[in-house]
Nanobody, 118 residues
Framework: VQLQASGGGLVQAGGSLRLSCVVSGLTFSYYNMGWFRQAPGKEREFVAS????????YYADSVKGRFTISRDNAKNTVYLQMNSLKSEDTAVYYC????????????WGQGTLVTVSS
């Protein structure tokens, strides 16, 4: 199983980035997908998730209204559109796949670094 995240980079505060995560080695449509992040010196935290069909989405309060998670089951890809970025959004962003959506033992991607300069 591979989850390949991309799209990170350096952006100014107020700017936007779109992260992508391409999944292989599992039946993508059977898995709920999520994005998590880990800032320097902090624990990994939940950012957003989307159900198997894309019918429901969930967000951390800190990103609600600014970030949008979506998926394309035909392309085995999950996206995270990030708008109005803030310096506190700086972190390594990880995509995850979980059959049960409890995120106890998900498959993890390798992470992509997002740096927001103020």
């Amino acid at each position: 199983v591979q989850l390949q995240a991309s799209g990170g980079g350096l952006v100014q505060a107020g700017g936007s980035l779109r992260l992508s995560c391409v999944v292989s080695g599992l039946t993508f449509s059977y898995y709920n997908m999520g994005w998590f992040r880990q800032a320097p010196g902090k624990e990994r935290e939940f950012v957003a998730s989307i159900t198997k069909t894309g019918g429901s989405t969930y967000y951390a309060d800190s990103v609600k209204g600014r970030f949008t998670i979506s998926r394309d089951n035909a392309k085995n890809t999950v996206y995270l559109q990030m708008n109005s970025l803030k310096s506190e959004d700086t972190a390594v962003y990880y995509c995850a796949a979980d059959h049960n959506m409890d995120w106890v033992t998900p498959y993890w991607g390798q992470g992509t670094l997002v740096t927001v300069s103020s």
